[in-house]
């Protein structure tokens, strides 16, 4: 079992209003089999023990599924393993790339302004969901669920797109810091299914409305957020959702309502 | 309602704005290139070429407008853009990797900006040159390069024998490859052109109109400076070439 | 006032038809009133985000809170495997009754008759509600909704979304969700972790919440208040539940009054990945279904336990769960083949890293699957989970044989509640994995998804709207925030942080005593519990929570964002709560579905106590977890009757 003694360079910030810097820790006998999230934890413990405050580090399910965790390792969002989240990086992975010295930085976004050190907060993308990122049905009014056989590839499809942990790896990592990747992978879901073509229009209008208004940058092709993205969201649904966005604004009757 | 959402308020539909004046401008750009490629035909083919622009006024004027505006709108997209992506990132990161992100996307603000400064200089010389020079003067002060109203053909070549006029066009004509080759697969993404079947055409559409465009362009100095087209002693004359009086129909 | 007989209040007659007389029996509240009753939902999982959705869109006034930074993050997210429902559309002979009938079975008859036929009647409008909301659940190529066989059960009736059931159920009550706080008739409080329940006359009326950014203790009042805060797994510190998921909100309403039911039934998962060192923070589970192209073994002789396994003969390889129970093989219900894989390691034959003395993991091998089926087949039914077992420990399953080790997983125990989810504190209902209902001593695989999303869709909007029309407003005692009641609640959270913040010798992390406390309940209420075990740690946790009490440190602000502080909190009410399943577990002198004891077995096999223990344990709180009083619900089976179970 190899172990290595590392140099952490972790930001600290106490506050959103509070201009944060790095502060220099040494991470010792930091083993292989260790997650990324398990290093953290065994610094912390070592801050305690000290009297300091521990890092502050959103987390919880460490399984790559909840979304929660989201760090910038060395430049990397959720560190440098592929389609991997913070929580589920193993040390090896740094180890093997030779690295001695990681630089941990959050979330960087306007829109995301950071809580505590690592912790950013993300309501933007809660913001984003509650515009429209849903199909309108009644508790109890559903048809069976058989009734409406949907092609494999098209469920699929949505189940490719649905896969979005809501994490924010996408606006981390893009130069612009744009919301494109999440917002477009939530309409593509809803859009390509049968259910959801009633709201299809209304939808995308609202919800690229809100994203805009969040503040987040916009989307120049660079495709940085799906190679960050842990579940591997393709942008070609960012050109989905640019197409109905195209689509819904010049063809709908009535205009929304810009958000304020 | 108070206001409405519209879509030249959206991102996103300012950059289809982007995308449609992108490809007015590059509609352009393949006729002007399949223009001066008269010039290996011979002086008189290129002149008339020249001429036969004028006596279309229509056709002349309703580019010219159309690329104006198509200018207008690209830069003003891009400004409005461009501010809101450095705001929604205010606080910098101390260590970035890119993983996805090429040459070319990354430098759009920059090689954008170069090509408007390079077409400025190529207006002043060949299409205002019209207006500033007159016929014999010696144009950038260099001997021997004179300028010639109803000679496009010689403004031309003998222009490419010289460095500063073939030192920025040879950095124009790259910054416009490295914009097109993002921009082109840009545009594609921009207006939802995609299906999983066709999308890896649209980056080989990009790559072999960036190069095709840059090598057309690059062809015409390198054939001047190595001399396989060579100004012509003949002399023309051309009344719709001469300066005044200039006529707006 | 509580209700200590522990009435289940279960409507009577045919039992296909109950649920549908208890809705036609029972009160309405008028649509105009409905926005002038606040219920607070704690929770915002299946159970809670779908009763959030669910009562907002009927108009009620809801404020729904979570400790996660969105609704979405919720652990229901983290299931796997599917959703069960009883829609026959394999025409494979399931019905309502069979999926029931499994259900009170697997429960080893523990659980309400009633419940469990509501649950499976309700199962199937789950399936048409989640397809209705765009829940990509997998299809087969006639576009019709596919399923697979799960856990044991002769018919097909799950239904999944890739491995990621759980995730897409949850984005899809957060979705409706997401819609009744764009329609401003649910409030979200996410970062928000409920402290205490505020009580007024007999009645719950509230709760008392820590805001986790800012620090700010804050009581909420309404008409009524719903927890379904999911199950308390990480008593045992390492679980495969999420970091953050607690007891706080179900122990503190226990405190408050409410019985906790059959706090000792825990299910405990074979197939995880075993922990690696002490810095190990949580266990992450492998899906079951690996156990049907897998082989378990272990070494025969203690002195391989270090070799490398593919050096090790045929010869001296012990397939145990093959050898013990030839009829099913590896594939014996999770209960059975985690036991076992204690007993070897016990044995001294466990492989893996040596932790605390000890190896604790067992091989899972595919080498004979593989020159069976070939490496593509394997591949591709098992290849995201060869490939989440290679992210997490750099082995490659392909080559070399997994390591596996039970792990802690789902708890049925809960806070008792009657058939209408209302606990024993009036106006307190409980949904979820926070209940004890419906999953008896044993859950199946698959029904904890659907038990949480008929709670919250189902049955709690309209149980609470039950008692909101008996209780109605003009007869309810007006509550105010400078009522007593409510500033006593918030003094005792801020008095109960505070003394956390400050202990009097700060010597230790919250963490340090969590994986001291996990370590007994883990040892002595794990997969085998004896009396002198059981004894031992009811003598060790008050030790250890005094300890606790004396020198857990926390630095930092306690009037901002402080994650010690939040740990410690959770940990103070796991020390109690532990204690209490110990005194359960030793009460229950049987051995059914997740609780084993060694004293009460045949053939190595459970043996239940129908006689005696044929009954659900409800612990009334009376100060201290020792002193709790325990009430005895009797279980009546009319249709399904009990029955040994056997393996071998
Ligand atoms: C790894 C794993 C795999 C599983 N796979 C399956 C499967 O395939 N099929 C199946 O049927 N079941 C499965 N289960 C079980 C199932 O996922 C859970 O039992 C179920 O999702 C619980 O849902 P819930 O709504 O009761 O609680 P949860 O989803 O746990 O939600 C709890 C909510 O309460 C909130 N909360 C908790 N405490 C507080 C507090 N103090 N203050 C404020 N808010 C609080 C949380 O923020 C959260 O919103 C699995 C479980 C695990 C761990
Ligand atoms: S902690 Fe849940 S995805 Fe990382």
Redesign the pocket.
Known sequence: MKTKNLTLHVWRQRGPNDSGDFERYVAKDVNEHMSFLEMLDVVNEDLLENGDEPIAFD???????????GVVVNGYAHGPQERT????LHMRQIFELGWDELWIEPWRATSFPVIKDLAVDRGAFDRIIQAGGYISIRTGSARDANETPIPKDVSDAAMDAAEC?G?GACVAACPNASASLFTAAKISHLGLLPQGQAERTDRVRKMVGQMDHEGFGSCTNHGECEKACPKGISIDWIARMNRDLLKAMTTSADDIEERD | MERALTLTKTTIGKKAIMALSGVAMLGFVVGHLAGNLKVFSGPEAFNEYAVWLRTVPALLWGTRLVLLAAVAAHMASAFSLWSRNRGARKNRYAKKKDLATDYAAKTMYWSGPILLFYILFHLLHLTFGGMIWTDGAALFGFEGYTWAHSNPYNNMVIGFTHWPVVVPYVLGVCALGIHLFHGIWSAFQSMGANHPRYNHLRRDLAIALAVFLTLGFLSIPAAAMMGWIEPTTQTFYYPELEPAPVTVP | MANTELKSNEPTGPIEDRWRLHKQNSDLVAPHNRRKRTVIIVGSGLAGGAAAATMGELGYKVKCFCFQDSPRRAHSIAAQGGINAAKNYQNDGDSVYRLFYDTVKGGDFRSRESNVYRLAELSVNIIDQAVSQGVPFAREYGGLLANRSFGGALVSRTFYARGQTGQQLLLGAYSALARQIEAGTVEMFPRHSMQDLIVHEGKARGIVTRNLINGKVEAHIADVVILATGGYGNVFFLSTNAMGSNCTAIWQAHKRGAFFANPCYTQIHPTCIPRSGEYQSKLTLMSESLRNDGRVWVPRNKEDVTKDPKKIPEEDRYYYLEERYPKFGNLVPRDVASRNAMYVCDDGLGVGPELDGERRAVYLDFKSAIERLGEDTIRERYGNLFEMYERITGDDPYKTPMMIYPATHYTMGGLWVDYNLQSTIDGLFVGGEANFSDHGANRLGASALMQGLADGYFVLPFTVGDYLGRNRLKDQAPLEQDDKAVTDAVAGVEAKLKALANAPEPTHSPDYFHKKLGNIIWKYCGMARTAEGLKKAIEEIPKLREQFHREVKVTGDTDGFNQTLVKAARVADFLELGELMCIDALAREESCGGHFREEHVIDMEAKRDDEHFQHVAAWEHQGEPSAAALHKEPLEFEYVKPTQRSYK
């Open positions: 987390h919880d399910c460490r399984e790559g599924i909840c979304g929660m965790c989240t913070a929580c589920q942990i994490c």
